[in-house]
């Protein structure tokens, strides 16, 4: 059975800030993807990354950075210099196939992140 | 840029009634899947759908709803006799196939309301 948790449930910080979201997962499989998701207040589901398990250097995007961590279980979601866009609750999700499969993702529950101005 | 489509954005029923959420998802995408998000809560995987037929279905997926694609472009989920606990953002997503590059491509959801 696979899980994924994220342990914070809300992070307020003052924009600038740097802020870095947990994400823990369990999975019996070998090879499997971890992603972040990002739902703004619209609602809507938008793409970040995805990870594969033999990929374990770092991504940065911008202002956006992940570390997978193997040997924690970890792929934790970093966001460096924080704008309320920023605003949103992200999920982290994990999945057997690159293409979330026939069995779909597993998502975390979500940390809800507030950017304060 | 190609997106899944999803319609209504928001349903309101009556507790009991049949209700039918449609998703247009990416043309070219052979898989597709239906998602549920308890307000609050983390998204639920439901069903996916391949080659015109179920592939998957969590235990959430019961008698009470169904899938279909009717025609070449829609993907519907059929909800009958809603309850009250069916009221949730019901998430659509399409990917080219299950492996490779292909990630999973989610429309912006219909939320439902059953009162």
């Known amino acids: 059975a696979q899980k994924v948790t994220q342990a914070q449930t809300e992070i307020s910080v003052v924009e600038k800030e740097d802020v870095t979201l947990d994400c823990v997962y369990e999975?019996?499989?070998?090879?499997?993807?971890l992603f972040w998701y990002k739902q703004p207040p619209s609602g809507e589901l938008v793409f970040l990354i995805r990870?594969?398990?033999?990929?374990?250097q770092n991504e940065i995007s911008g202002r956006y950075s992940w570390n997978f961590q193997k040997s924690t279980s970890s792929f934790n979601f970093t966001i460096t210099a924080s704008q309320v866009v920023d605003s949103a609750v992200y999920f982290c999700?994990?999945?057997?196939?690159?293409?979330?499969?026939?069995?779909?993702?597993?998502f975390g529950k979500g940390t809800h992140l507030i950017i304060q101005p | 840029e190609p997106e899944v489509t999803q319609t209504p954005s928001h349903q309101v029923t009556q507790m009991g009634q049949e209700v039918i959420l449609r998703c247009v998802p990416i043309?070219?995408?052979?898989?597709f899947y239906w998602y549920r998000q308890i307000l609050g809560q983390k998204v639920e995987f439901l069903v996916s759908?391949?080659?015109?037929?179920?592939?998957?279905k969590s235990e959430i997926f019961d008698d009470q709803f169904s899938v279909e694609r009717p025609d070449g472009s829609n993907f519907t989920l059929k909800i009958r006799s809603t309850k009250l606990e069916d009221s949730a953002m019901y998430f659509c997503?399409?990917?080219?196939?299950?492996?490779?590059?292909?990630?999973?491509?989610f429309g912006p959801g219909t939320r439902l309301t059953v009162l």
């Open positions: 759908f391949y080659n015109n037929e179920i592939s998957e």
């Open positions: 999700a994990l999945s057997p196939y690159p293409g979330g499969g026939a069995d779909g993702l597993t």
């Open positions: 043309s070219n995408h052979l898989y």
């Open positions: 997503a399409s990917s080219v196939g299950t492996s490779g590059r292909n990630e999973q491509f």
């Open positions: 999975t019996r499989d070998t090879t499997y993807y």
């Open positions: 990870r594969n398990s033999f990929d374990e």
